[in-house]
């Protein structure tokens, strides 16, 4: 898997760029390290025999794939700056972003995780290839920043919602501990 870039994720809003990038799990601001892998669930046989409708049988099949990036800065403060001009992104951008046919962007409760978290939801517009929303969380942990940018690629309407995977997120953060 190659990893994108800011470079790979500008938009035509610049305010947006950080909600971009932390979408796509692209390291923002300029980190001095960073590591990404992609983490998808699996399928469980024991719902699927347990299904008693098409309806449950066809969410047993439904998966959720997020990408995760942890992101190393200088500081503590290099950190928290990249945090705050996230949440500025959030401020701005609520009316979507046309790059990539984001109709709205919503903040979200984020889980109380390291020193500090935002979370967000991406909703692509109706004629946007990628059919259903990205909810996004990144927590700052000292100088680290782990973004979790997560997805159902079964999602039939932009409208579709989904569980984020909040074990992912607090094994991650045991890590970091």
């Known amino acids: 898997m190659e990893a994108l870039t800011q470079h790979d994720v500008r938009t035509a809003e610049e305010d947006c760029a950080p909600l971009s990038q932390a979408k796509f799990g692209v390291a923002m601001g300029d980190p001095v390290a960073t590591a990404q892998r992609r983490v998808s669930s699996e399928i469980d ?13 066809e ?8 990408m995760v990036t942890l992101a190393s800065y200088d500081s503590p403060d290099q950190a928290r700056a990249v945090l705050k001009v ?3 992104a959030l401020a701005s951008c609520e009316g979507g972003f046309s790059s990539f046919g984001v109709d709205k962007v919503s903040t979200d409760t984020a889980p109380e ?24 969380v ?3 942990h000292g ?3 782990a973004q979790f940018g997560s997805e ?16 992912l997120i607090e094994a991650q953060e045991a890590k970091l501990d």
């Open 143 to 145: 100088s680290i920043l």
């Open 138 to 140: 990144v927590f700052r």
């Open 45 to 57: 046989d024991e719902v699927i025999d347990a299904a008693g409708s098409a309806e449950e049988l």
């Open 59 to 66: 969410a047993a099949f439904v998966i959720t794939s997020t």
């Open 113 to 136: 995780m390291g020193d500090e978290a935002v979370a967000f939801t991406v909703t692509p517009g109706q004629d946007d290839a990628q059919v259903g929303p990205t909810k996004t």
């Open 152 to 167: 159902e690629p079964g999602a039939t309407a932009p409208t579709d919602d989904f569980d984020f995977p909040i074990a």
């Open 86 to 88: 996230l949440r500025s």
